[in-house]
């Protein structure tokens, strides 16, 4: 209690322990404080990541439709002759298309080496 002055001790002593008790009750909830601001920023950046991916789900679907929409306009066998010259008297070109004869080749060939051992057993 406090001596020696004007004011009755007991009111002193209650605001004291009042001021004390504010003080100490600050950190906490300052950091009470701080954690809903991250919780409200966190919940901001997840609605914000929701509705990105929502944009590029709408953007992505309008890309498909122009590429088959621009897929159905192209004249087919004008595009087959294209590719035709293009790849005739290309070195790369009709070395991988010799691969790709390989590789269905042996595909059929083992094709019919296991239809062949099933049948036998």
């Known amino acids: ?5 004007p004011v009755n001790s007991q009111i002193t002593d209650s605001i004291t322990q009042t001021n004390l008790a504010v ?5 906490a909830q300052s950091m009470g404080t701080v954690y809903q601001m991250m919780a409200q920023a966190v919940g901001v950046s997840m609605q914000n ?7 590029m789900n709408t953007i992505d ?3 498909v439709s122009q590429g088959i929409a621009m897929l ?7 595009d087959a002759k294209a590719m035709q010259e293009v790849m005739s008297g290309n070195l ?3 070395i991988v298309l010799a691969l790709r004869a390989i590789v269905t080749e042996l595909k059929k060939a083992q094709s019919d080496q296991q239809s062949k051992s099933q049948s036998t057993s």
């Open 1 to 5: 209690m406090a001596n020696d002055t």
């Open 23 to 27: 003080v100490g009750g600050a950190p």
């Open 49 to 55: 990541a929701v509705a990105n991916q929502q944009n």
């Open 61 to 63: 679907n309008a890309i």
């Open 72 to 78: 159905y306009s192209l004249d087919s066998m004008a």
């Open 92 to 94: 790369n070109a009709e």
